[in-house]
């Protein structure tokens, strides 16, 4: 059995399925994933995206789920990305670097081998004032900061990151300019598997790992699946988890 921790938000939403087939086809043994993801996901907030609220990754139960499962033989394989969405939510660096140092402290308790995703500073640091306020306002309206502070707080927590991957010794990884468009927070469509493929590959422990394109018709059955815990229109709901088992062993847990 190999154990996955998958840590952020909507990028790897939008790319979960090229995640969980990626990973089925690289190990020979059952994978158990458990991620905890979402459009807006927070890692120290309860986020909110329309009229679905989720908990704050630090605080979610993919922590209490592993900690009842048994050992595998094996090292868990983590993976942090997406460690941007609480500048947008008004969090200074310091705080949010505090909340991922968190995470790391609970994964590596587990002795897991852990990749950090850092900030896709390259093209960050290309945008704008105006297609910086552009991309805020469709992404999370209301009022924000400027982007010169913005901009200096994005460099401070890429920087952030990097210590924290040196530290906890983790692998790191950057995320190229070319992967984004206009949309400087979401990787190309198209380029998703070349991403993830990336990502998945940077632990020392594991081979190259191919993700391919999957279909929106292959990807909704991933995308349908619930959390163990959202709000909905103000009502706070359950999903018995693991989300989905195969009869191989493989199963897929989210918070």
């Avoid at 908990?55 to 997406?82: F, V």
């Avoid at 952030?160 to 400087?184: H, I, T």
Wanted: charged share 20%.
């Amino acid at each position: 059995m190999q154990r996955v921790i998958v840590l952020g938000a909507s990028n790897v939403t939008l790319g979960f399925p090229l995640i969980v087939e990626g990973l089925r086809q690289a190990f020979d043994d059952p994978v158990q994933l458990f991620a905890a993801h979402g459009h807006g996901r927070s890692y120290g907030l309860r986020s909110r995206v329309l009229v679905r609220r989720l908990p704050a990754i630090r605080e979610c139960g993919l922590w209490d789920a592993i900690a009842q499962q048994p050992p595998t033989q094996g090292r868990p394989l983590a993976l942090l990305t997406d460690v941007g969405n609480d500048l947008l939510f008004g969090v200074n660096p310091d705080v949010l670097l505090s909340w991922v140092e968190q995470c790391l402290v609970r994964l590596r308790e587990m002795n897991a081998s852990t990749t950090i995703v850092t900030l896709p500073l390259e093209r960050i640091l290309r945008l704008s004032a105006a297609r910086y306020h552009a991309t805020r306002m469709v992404f999370f309206p209301g009022p924000g900061r400027d982007w010169p502070t913005m901009r200096q707080m994005t460099i401070d927590v890429d920087a952030g990151l990097r210590e924290l991957a040196e530290r906890f010794q983790s692998q790191l990884v950057s995320p190229r300019g070319e992967w984004y468009g206009f949309d400087p927070i979401h990787v190309l469509r198209r380029l998703r598997p070349v991403a993830w493929s990336e990502y998945l590959s940077a632990w020392p422990e594991v081979e190259k790992v191919n993700v391919t394109a999957r279909s929106t018709r292959q990807s909704l059955p991933w995308w349908r699946l619930a959390p163990a815990e959202r709000d909905l229109w103000g009502s706070t709901r359950f999903s018995r988890q693991p989300a989905w088992t195969h009869e191989s062993g493989s199963s897929v847990w989210l918070f």
